[in-house]
């Protein structure tokens, strides 16, 4: 009989977007609970020796870890399973490395590089607010945040930008037409453009209709969906390719143009 949570997690059971080999062993390392969901997030240990090549063994990264080499949002974590997620911060400062976990538009996370200023900051989506019983009303976010009187202007949808130092928020992102979002879940995730239309279904999903700079349109529900920025204007750098989905074609053309196919 099963007693609590499942603490192993065999590797062909992997999320996909861990792009983890099928033949490497049996295991895979199970994500510790934590700010981000199991299946959407990318655990340490993963980023250390699958992505970043720093450690040969789950043991390496353990012990990487446990010397308070890795900080995620300016915190040490010496948990080598820690669930890291979108929009965090991996800063390992021994080797002066930054990174901001962000998606390519295939869906898979990206250890985008990124320079100092930019690491001060993280961009938030707002997914409940509510009065606490204290009569405080909270906003939280996407990672597990609350923050507590936030701008009364913020609504769900919307993102803050948020200090990670201070955990304060200071800009806002408002879900709205025009605005330039990820999306985050789904078919389409990773792709990034500007909102066209927001279709309500009460009751059920509601569809918003998303148009990229190359033109084309697609569409998602809206939790899918994450705010970025205003017009063209992103708050965060975007990785290689800048959100724009090419058709197996394109891939194809311009393989054949760089000589390996």
Known sequence: RARGPKKHL????APRHWNLGKMGGVWAPKPSSGPHKQRECLPVAIILRERLKYALTGKECQQICMERCVKIDGKVRTDHNYPAGFMDVVSLEKSGDLFRLLYDTKGRF???RIQKDEAEYKLCRIQKGYMSAKKVPVAVTHDGRTLRFPDPNV???DTVKVNIATGKM???YKFEIGAMVMVTRGHNCGRVGTLEHVEKHDGSFSIVTIKDKKGNTFATRQANVFVIG???HPQVTLPKG???KKTIIQERAE????GDL
């Open 255 to 258: 393989a054949e143009a760089r």
């Open 155 to 157: 609504a769900v949808h």
């Open 110 to 112: 990206v250890l985008h």
């Open 170 to 172: 200071s800009d806002i």
């Open 10 to 13: 065999k590797r062909l059971n």
């Open 230 to 232: 205003s017009g063209d």
């Open 242 to 244: 800048r959100g724009i």
